[in-house]
């Protein structure tokens, strides 16, 4: 299966969903951009895919998963969804 960025991003969306963290990665606040602590999003450079998740109000982010390619990274984003909902029964 060819993987898409888009469908990465829908993973990603409902990876957000399921383990409750928000779906989108600032809101304006204030009239100012709050980053949204705990929120997962792809981030993209030099070829590789990444898995990142804001860690600070700063909008600090932590790695969580890599990926040499797009099919890669949705494998990993799979796998953590399996583990996510196994952990939870």
Not at 33 to 57: D, F, K, M, P, R
Request: hydrophobic share 30%; glycine share 14%; with cysteine.
């Amino acid at each position: 299966m060819r993987v898409s960025e888009s469908l990465l991003v829908k993973a990603i969306d409902h990876l957000n969903k399921v383990t409750g963290k928000p779906v989108d990665t600032y809101k304006r606040e204030d009239g100012r951009c709050v980053a949204q602590i705990g929120n997962y999003h792809l981030w993209s450079g030099n070829g590789s895919y990444s898995l990142y998740q804001i860690a600070t109000e700063g909008g600090g982010v932590q790695d969580i998963l890599w990926g040499k390619t797009k099919n890669e990274l949705y494998g990993k984003i799979d796998a953590f969804l399996k583990g996510f909902r196994e952990g939870q029964k």
